[in-house]
């Protein structure tokens, strides 16, 4: 279980965090508002009202214990780069941050933050995906340009070997696991077959997978 602060409760503020908390996580929530703050309390495992622009403030959450704070204001560009600033000020390793506009992921990729986060243009590109592959269920990356794609094995897939499925680039597309009903199997061979409704996970680079695309509709 790995320990997060959560600075700004507002929409995407308290989707994190109440995300975090379900997979088992805790969490602190920090906002300036106490009306904000009174309505989560009893759902996170702490929320603080503090103002997050002011460093002394911030200071007396102990914010080095935390793996990572999530600066989530990103209406309030001024308010943002002050937290931001603060927390750097504090010695705060891992700071990931909500981003709303250009100007603000330009200024904020400036201070040597580890993520920027833009929720709108990311769930765009998610339903863009979803709208063009309505096989792939969902999808994530990993890193060093990978990623993993959750697809849904229909009608016309089943009974297919993973050689048969992947087809010509069965070299460069692994396959990770499969769930079939209640269960997972990862040992998974080019002559594994899998079955209508299988959910199929499939490792590799956005144009291996782009380009495999066409064949698991």
């Not at 002394?56 to 600066?71: M, N, T």
């Not at 959750?150 to 897939?157: C, D, K, P, Q």
Request: charged share 20%; hydrophobic share 45%.
């Amino acid at each position: 279980m790995a320990h997060f602060t959560v600075i700004g409760l507002g929409r995407f503020g308290i989707a994190a965090s109440l995300e975090l908390l379900h997979l088992g996580h805790s969490v602190v929530g920090v906002d300036r508002d106490p009306k904000i703050v009174g309505k989560y309390v009893e759902q996170l495992t702490q929320a603080v009202i503090c103002d997050s622009t002011d460093e002394s403030a911030l200071r007396e959450l102990d914010l080095g214990s935390s793996d990572a704070v999530l600066v989530a204001i990103g209406e309030d560009m001024q308010s943002s780069l002050l937290c931001i600033l603060a927390l750097k000020n504090l010695g705060v390793k891992q700071i990931w941050v909500k981003a709303s506009t250009k100007e603000h992921h330009t200024i904020v990729s400036k201070l040597g933050v580890q993520r920027i986060i833009h929720p709108e243009e990311e769930m765009g590109v998610r339903v863009a995906q979803a709208l063009n592959y309505p096989m792939v269920n969902n999808y994530f990356s990993i890193g060093h340009g990978l990623y993993v794609v959750e697809i849904h094995v229909n009608a016309s897939l089943s009974d297919s070997s993973i050689h048969q499925t992947l087809g010509a680039a069965h070299r460069q597309v692994k396959a990770v696991l499969v769930k079939r009903k209640d269960s997972v199997i990862v040992d998974i061979e080019d002559d594994f077959r899998i079955k209508q409704d299988d959910i199929l996970l499939l490792t590799g680079t956005r144009e291996q997978l782009q380009y495999l695309a066409p064949r698991l509709v």
